[in-house]
């Protein structure tokens, strides 16, 4: 085809690649969007939690703490406290300890025996009987010796005292752990069902704007009528189901994980719906865009229209819907484990955390502040950044 | 201009169906476009007129093949253009542009304008990558604009400004034929003359073919050659410019012109300007669906739909007229 017979360009193609880049779109929005100060501090908080929710099995390994580890003898400890294990827990670790190092077992035997250190009643193992004293009682008697037994030994009682930050809970377990690993899965599902029903309402949403009719209509009546359920009675209904009779889900599920699978689904069963609606939104309207149409009688393919107009216009909303949806979904895991509907212990999740300490509120307070806090963060933290993506990705308020 | 024939509508009719319930039962439609009939001469500006919701743009739109016509054939430049389908319909838009009303919608505002502006070479496969870039700034600079502006979102400019980039746009592969719908409705006043002088210069730089849509008859009379009007669907009166604004001869261009207000003319033609709402398109008045508004009707136009008739084409589809009575 001829080129149109336009004026000859005044410029040379050097001139035209030395002209002022264009800004890409991303950074308008990057730039837009920290000017949102909340949104920011939103965005750090999360990027925080992230980190600690990735870390936590790095963070138990160094602090030697343990998510699932019971002492009844240390149960609702205040924060800032130090745990001391039972006799009996003194006892299993020191007899394990002796069957490791025979040797330095009989020799430290001895070495009590020794300067008295125990007067051991008959039968009694001295060596037992000195270990499970109160560990300040021990670790002064051993305190100026130095020796390959007793350093050993001043090893392992140290392990015997545990440091807790945030308490314990009502069977002795570190606080501070449980809201880590927590974090884990709270955040887990709740962005996990954030992208997986930002996805189905993609998918529902772009059939029925695009072929319309009585596709649409179907689609849209499904979406209205779950719209319109109850969510709470309806979810803990659902949460009471036995997914396990159904042989497509069981493949998916360990007994470990089965609560969190099935939490999963459930809760992006009845979260896509809002997404769904915005995308079909979007769509029919964008159909009707002049752009598009202008698109079109270019000659541009139907996939040229989706790929370069329609999807770059749909992305940004569906952005800012899966924002807000993570903090409903933490919110909605929270609620049904609070029931004692979602994630069931021993696995540690906020809302069952709450659960737990629902008896204790007013003895033990910290045990119902901390995970309320860590959900009030973490949800308020997605709405603000929602908020502000929101702000950003409207090409109406770009300025520059 | 010459008498050759570029674009031939005949008897074309864009329903848009009303569909209710759950099942989406077909209870009736919207006459949008109702047997419309219309030859455009190469190297002419056609004006349409007519009031809101009368079904200009549906008409340009079905012209274009935005939308598929309900009934009747259009031919471009003797060719088919309805029958055409998928990859050789895509190949053949090129020919017939479009440039929109609202100049804030027609630009994709995630793209910059040499994004926008270089897409109609990226569709069709024209030109050399590298050679683009240069094309892209001489249009610009057809329309007015500056080379700097290539990396500019379409956010950072004017009313005036988009609407050149949309005209930019639609003369970037040559078409013979560009169909303008209210391209100045948008714009200030001082803005639209220039917008307007701007159609026409390359109008004669390219020898292009305009349909003029717009409800401003000023803005008609300024720009166009010739001038139909259209009521309810239909074009009701067609005719050069100066037959059609010296001697109107439908009631309803009479009164479309009464409410021009002109210099030194006063109030004395109000009296003929128009009363009423226009009637839906869904159900039309029987007969001539202008009759139940109209100051000079007679017993027929509520029975009989008048047909275009007349000669030196100015034609005028009124009872008024009709010499016989059926
Ligand atoms: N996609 C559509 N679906 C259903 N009805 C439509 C559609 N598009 C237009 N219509 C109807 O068709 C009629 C003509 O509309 P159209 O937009 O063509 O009018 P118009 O003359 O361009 O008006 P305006 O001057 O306001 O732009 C109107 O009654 C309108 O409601
Ligand atoms: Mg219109």
Redesign the interface.
Known sequence: ???????????T?G???Q????TP?WK?IFNQFIEHKMAVAGSIVILIFVIIALGADIISSITGLDPQKQNVSARYLAPFSTSEFSMDMKENEIEKWSEKNPELAVELSNFIKEKSLFSATDGQNPLIGFGTQDVSVVTAAIASENSASINSFKELTKTFTTKHWFGTDEVGRDVLIRLIYGTRVSMGVGVMVAIASALIGLLVGSVAGFYG??ID?ALM?ITDALLSLPLVPVLIVLAAVDLQKLPAIKALMRPDNESIVKMFIILCFFSWMTVARLVRGSILSLRE???V?????????DS?III??MF??VIAPMLVAISLGVGNSILFEAALSFLGLGIMPPTASWGNMLNNAQEVIYKNMWLTILPGIMILLTTISFNFVGDGLQDAVD??S?R? | MSNEIILDAKNVKKYFPIKKGLLLRHVGDVKAVDDVTLTVRKGESLGLVGESGCGKSTLGRTLIRLYDPTAGSIQFKGEDFVALKGEALRLKRKNIQMIFQDPYASLDPRMTIGQILRQPFEIHNILEPSQRDKKVVELLETVGLKASHINRYPHEFSGGQRQRICIARAIALEPELIICDEPVSALDVSIQAQILNLLKDLQKKFNLTYIFISHDLSVIEHFCDRVAVMYLGKIVEIGSRDELFKSPQHPYTQALLAAIPRIGEGKKKIKKSLTGEVPSPINPPSGCAFHPRCSQKIDICSKKLPQLAGSNGHQKACWLYESETP
């Open positions: 085809m001829a080129i149109p017979q336009t004026n000859e360009s005044s410029l193609q001139q035209i690649n002209l002022e880049k264009a779109f308008i009719g009585r209509t009546r865009r002049e752009f149409l202008a698109a079109k009688t270019l000659g541009a393919k040229t370069k107009h770059p216009n090409p109406k770009i520059r």
